[in-house]
């Protein structure tokens, strides 16, 4: 995962929270996830409530199921930016760490769901983003994780 504190400023999720609206992959670089649905397509957070005891309670939809989780923002050894995020099932105990390798608040956010493994990203975008991807975050993407085989994972059929 990208660790640079200097770059942190690229990699503040506390600059996004609470979501003023809906955030969905667009697409990874990894076939399955063995947290977000497997396969499916169509995974989103749809709403997103205010800080409570620490956490963000949201609610994430994959495929046609609603999960609603606790999204904890932290910082890892050397930054002060809130680098990762923490999602835990409201009716769970184990958390799921992603860390943020970039984010720009009105057009993207780029993951790195290491409970795949290392090498694995998301790409996920606000739904006023949809269908019009900044070319800067393809780049990044590109850049961080690799050129090669993407999986979309939204697409019309869910809308």
């Known amino acids: ?13 506390s600059e996004c929270f609470p979501l003023a609206e809906s955030w969905y992959v667009v697409y ?21 409530r205010p800080e409570v005891n620490g956490a963000f309670p949201t609610v994430f939809k994959i495929g046609n199921e609603t999960v609603k989780t606790l999204v ?13 995020l923490y999602i835990r099932p409201v009716e769970g105990n184990s958390s799921v760490l992603l860390y943020v390798a970039y984010l720009d ?15 694995a990203c998301s790409l996920l975008v606000p739904k006023s983003e949809l269908g019009h991807q900044s070319v800067c975050c393809d ?4 850049l961080l994780c690799g050129a090669g085989e993407k999986y ?8």
């Open 1 to 13: 995962p990208e660790r640079n504190p200097a770059l942190g400023k690229y990699q503040d999720e």
């Open 28 to 48: 990874r670089n990894y076939e399955f996830d063995p947290v977000l649905g497997g396969t499916e397509k169509c995974v989103s957070d749809f709403e997103t």
């Open 72 to 84: 904890t923002l932290d910082s890892t050894e050397g930054y002060t930016a809130k680098n990762v």
């Open 105 to 119: 608040c009105k057009k993207c956010v780029l993951l790195r769901n290491v409970y795949v493994d290392d090498a």
């Open 139 to 142: 780049f990044v993407f590109d």
């Open 152 to 159: 979309i994972m939204y697409d019309d059929s869910c809308k």
